[in-house]
């Protein structure tokens, strides 16, 4: 039976109003979920709760099964250091370096060497000597998230991750994903609009009418 990473139960959390109420997820590794839901409706805020940035007003959040919002701030750090990746839709990458001193950066904190595979199967092997603000949008982004991927991440959260990307870029983008989960035992937890590329993955909810189906 393969290992629990990410467990949830009874996630409810509002801001002026209630977001969503007695959410319960569980996602093992090699596997891959997909939440989607229309804008507002609360998907992002719940991956941030599971990705240790937002405390939930109710509810548990287990991380490899140990509680998180339990835990001390240097230990939520070194999750997010080492054992979590985070790919966001804007790739927050530094502009003034190169496609590799993005790279390198993640990976020296997190004490991993880079896959040169991974730039192959992201097609930017021949890009890592220009800098960030030579680049295209899609070059960019699939610079983060060889940035994440040269982590080693455990698990993997992906917040609209191909949203500014056009079908064939966002394809390649999911296959690159979903081929790290399978051989390297992470899993990924995906929030999107795209139900298209939502489908790619080994299950699909929707946040609708604030709970989790």
């Known amino acids: 039976m393969s290992q629990t990473l990410l467990e949830a139960s009874g996630i409810t959390h509002s ?34 709760i599971f990705s240790t940035f937002i405390k939930p007003n109710e509810g548990s959040v287990k991380l490899f099964g140990n509680e998180l919002y339990i835990q001390k701030d240097n230990a939520i750090e070194a999750l997010r250091r080492y054992d979590i990746g985070i790919i966001f839709q804007f790739h927050y990458l530094f502009k003034g370096m190169s496609a590799m001193e993005n790279i390198e950066v993640a990976s020296m904190l997190s004490g991993e060497v880079i896959d040169a595979e991974i730039l192959e199967k992201l097609e930017i092997k021949e890009l890592m000597g220009q800098r960030i603000g030579d680049l295209s949008g899609g070059q960019q982004q699939r610079v983060s998230i060889a940035r994440v991927l040269s982590k080693k991440p455990r698990i993997i959260f992906a917040d609209e991750p191909t949203g500014n990307l056009d079908k064939e870029t966002a394809t390649l983008v999911m296959k690159v994903l979903l081929d790290y989960i399978k051989q390297t035992g992470a899993c990924l937890l995906l929030v999107t609009h795209d139900e298209q590329m939502a489908e790619l993955c080994d299950s699909v909810y929707r946040l609708k009418d604030k709970v989790l189906v």
């Open 15 to 48: 801001f002026d109003t209630l977001l969503f109420s007695n959410v319960n997820l569980r996602l093992n590794a090699y596997e891959s979920m997909a939440i989607i839901g229309r804008s507002g409706s609360g998907k992002s805020t719940l991956l941030h």
